[in-house]
């Protein structure tokens, strides 16, 4: 018995009617159909498993040990604010284990809590008062603003790294290691900062201690060499004056054998090359 | 029971009544646990896909809105686990190699040994076949025909027509019956006979 392909077209189509139409005539559809009786009378017959008294009870549990996604969210609000009983706590960490997008509220709610407010740089607050009160800033610019101004100035930017830098200058001279009082203090990530503000501020102390000595030097010898050089002038023109008897001042010019001095511009000798010449007629 | 019935009994479960959380346990307890061993095949893992189904169910009880029956929305929600879960394996789960284990809870027993041994080959027969055709169609004819759901749950299940059910039941049925009869084919002229064989071990 060959195969029969009307029954693709009609199977695939879902086209049941004509299909029982066609089996009438089709030996090889019409076993096909009575396979299918066979195989629904089977699944018909099937028992469905039954389900046993554990599992039966264990999901009667699940209220006990868990909540929905509804009553975690209550949960997480409410934990946020004035805490839960300790039986609801493992319940929703029950839910949380399992839930994706709870654990996903939770850990967002719970950096929302965590968070620590921004901290303004020390003249933020100096600004903000010269900004948002202009009468007080215009106030300080008046008869009495030398005061002000040198208060601007203690609690402007400069002022607060000059201050920081003479406070870890006056701890370093007093012997006062703000290191080892973080370390007293037992605060690991103080002594760590405090450690290397120290560094900067003595490396800050050298680099500019380094560069005054540097600038003292070199005045130092220019001084030096101005003086000396001065010195030496003053005693060698003495020498002269002592050493000598004729203290008329020697002309400094070259002069001429017959001792009129030097040559006058007009009377230098200009004379070009010609075929035949040489200079003032000479042959 | 009727959808506001239904709907009734959903709030009285998310507003943290025992009594009713464990009607609805009794109520769709055994239905579940049908759909999650016919897609596994296997107890422990039925048992387990069931606690995890009636989890989901418990979680997401806000999701229903009473606009269907219970149980197209129980199913769906089963489903979607199971194939979540069975997906990736389908093709080589054990619907290709039926043991006599596992269809054994889903027979009932018969007096006649060797009418027992038949209808055990033939419902292997039938989950191997399910195996064979596509997955749209077999998971149609397993919850009409195995789990014994109204075209109507079906289709609220599945988000169809009712006119595609049917449909894709006729072909899921047909498509069956094929491979049953391509597999005795193959077999040989002796095949036809492989039931009677089985019978006969227990004669």
Redesign the interface.
């Given at each position: 018995m060959s195969a029969c392909r009307e029954?693709d077209r009609l199977?695939?189509a879902?086209r049941?009617p004509e299909?029982d139409a066609h089996v009438e005539g089709c030996a090889y559809c019409a076993?096909?159909?009575r396979?299918?009786g066979?195989?629904?009378e089977?699944?018909?017959?099937?028992?469905?498993?039954?389900?046993?008294s554990s599992?039966?009870s264990?999901?009667?549990e699940?209220?006990t040990w868990?909540?929905?996604?509804?009553g975690a969210a209550e949960l997480l609000a409410a934990s946020a604010d004035d805490g839960i009983a300790d039986a609801d706590r493992s319940r929703l960490s029950s839910?949380l284990s399992?839930?994706g997008a709870c654990s996903e509220a939770a850990a967002v709610l719970e950096i929302s809590r965590e968070l620590a407010p921004p901290e303004p740089p020390p003249w933020f607050a100096t600004k903000l008062a010269a900004s948002t009160f202009p009468r007080r800033a215009a106030d300080s610019a008046r008869p009495g603003k030398a005061r002000g101004s040198v208060r601007r100035w203690i609690l402007g930017p400069r002022g607060a790294i000059a201050v920081a830098y003479a406070a870890a200058l006056l701890f370093m001279v007093l012997g006062l290691n703000p290191a080892d009082l973080a370390r007293k203090a037992g605060t690991a990530r103080l002594e760590q900062t405090a450690r290397s503000g120290i560094q900067v501020a003595r490396n800050t102390v050298l680099d500019r201690f380094g560069a005054f000595q540097e600038r003292a030097f070199r005045t130092f010898e220019v001084v030096k060499g101005r003086v000396g050089g001065y010195g030496r002038a003053a005693l060698s023109t003495a020498l002269a004056l002592v050493m000598r008897n004729d203290t008329s001042r020697r002309p400094s010019r070259p002069r001429n054998e017959d001792g009129s001095g030097a040559w006058k511009c007009n009377e230098v000798e200009i004379w070009t090359w010609r075929a035949g010449s040489s200079p003032g007629g000479r042959a | 029971m009727s959808a506001p019935d239904e709907k009734d009994l959903v709030e009285r479960c998310r507003k943290g009544e025992d009594e009713a959380w464990r009607e609805l346990v009794d109520r769709l307890g055994q239905r579940v646990y049908s759909v999650a061993y016919h897609f596994s095949l296997k107890r422990e893992d039925a048992e387990e896909l069931t606690q995890e189904i009636f989890l989901k169910i418990f979680e997401n009880l806000h999701r229903y809105d009473g606009g269907f029956p219970l149980v197209a929305w129980v199913v769906s929600l089963a489903r979607n686990l199971c194939i979540d879960r069975y997906r990736r394996r389908k093709r080589e789960r054990s619907f290709r190699f039926v043991s006599d284990d596992a269809v054994a809870p889903l027979l009932k027993s018969d007096d006649d040994p060797a009418a027992e041994a038949i209808r055990k080959e033939r419902t292997k027969l039938l989950f191997w076949a399910l195996s064979e055709i596509p997955e749209d169609l077999a998971e149609i004819l397993v919850l009409r025909d195995l789990d014994g759901l109204a075209y109507e749950e079906i289709g609220r299940a599945l988000d169809l027509p009712d006119g595609t059910v049917k449909s894709r039941l006729f072909r899921a049925r047909a498509e069956v019956a094929r491979k049953v009869r391509e597999r005795h084919e193959s077999r040989g002229p002796g095949a036809l006979a492989s039931l009677a064989v089985a019978a006969v071990g227990f004669v």
């Amino acid at each position: 018995m060959s195969a029969c392909r009307e029954v693709d077209r009609l199977i695939a189509a879902g086209r049941e009617p004509e299909f029982d139409a066609h089996v009438e005539g089709c030996a090889y559809c019409a076993e096909v159909h009575r396979e299918m009786g066979r195989l629904a009378e089977t699944a018909a017959a099937l028992g469905a498993p039954p389900l046993s008294s554990s599992v039966r009870s264990a999901l009667y549990e699940i209220p006990t040990w868990t909540v929905s996604c509804e009553g975690a969210a209550e949960l997480l609000a409410a934990s946020a604010d004035d805490g839960i009983a300790d039986a609801d706590r493992s319940r929703l960490s029950s839910h949380l284990s399992r839930c994706g997008a709870c654990s996903e509220a939770a850990a967002v709610l719970e950096i929302s809590r965590e968070l620590a407010p921004p901290e303004p740089p020390p003249w933020f607050a100096t600004k903000l008062a010269a900004s948002t009160f202009p009468r007080r800033a215009a106030d300080s610019a008046r008869p009495g603003k030398a005061r002000g101004s040198v208060r601007r100035w203690i609690l402007g930017p400069r002022g607060a790294i000059a201050v920081a830098y003479a406070a870890a200058l006056l701890f370093m001279v007093l012997g006062l290691n703000p290191a080892d009082l973080a370390r007293k203090a037992g605060t690991a990530r103080l002594e760590q900062t405090a450690r290397s503000g120290i560094q900067v501020a003595r490396n800050t102390v050298l680099d500019r201690f380094g560069a005054f000595q540097e600038r003292a030097f070199r005045t130092f010898e220019v001084v030096k060499g101005r003086v000396g050089g001065y010195g030496r002038a003053a005693l060698s023109t003495a020498l002269a004056l002592v050493m000598r008897n004729d203290t008329s001042r020697r002309p400094s010019r070259p002069r001429n054998e017959d001792g009129s001095g030097a040559w006058k511009c007009n009377e230098v000798e200009i004379w070009t090359w010609r075929a035949g010449s040489s200079p003032g007629g000479r042959a | 029971m009727s959808a506001p019935d239904e709907k009734d009994l959903v709030e009285r479960c998310r507003k943290g009544e025992d009594e009713a959380w464990r009607e609805l346990v009794d109520r769709l307890g055994q239905r579940v646990y049908s759909v999650a061993y016919h897609f596994s095949l296997k107890r422990e893992d039925a048992e387990e896909l069931t606690q995890e189904i009636f989890l989901k169910i418990f979680e997401n009880l806000h999701r229903y809105d009473g606009g269907f029956p219970l149980v197209a929305w129980v199913v769906s929600l089963a489903r979607n686990l199971c194939i979540d879960r069975y997906r990736r394996r389908k093709r080589e789960r054990s619907f290709r190699f039926v043991s006599d284990d596992a269809v054994a809870p889903l027979l009932k027993s018969d007096d006649d040994p060797a009418a027992e041994a038949i209808r055990k080959e033939r419902t292997k027969l039938l989950f191997w076949a399910l195996s064979e055709i596509p997955e749209d169609l077999a998971e149609i004819l397993v919850l009409r025909d195995l789990d014994g759901l109204a075209y109507e749950e079906i289709g609220r299940a599945l988000d169809l027509p009712d006119g595609t059910v049917k449909s894709r039941l006729f072909r899921a049925r047909a498509e069956v019956a094929r491979k049953v009869r391509e597999r005795h084919e193959s077999r040989g002229p002796g095949a036809l006979a492989s039931l009677a064989v089985a019978a006969v071990g227990f004669v």
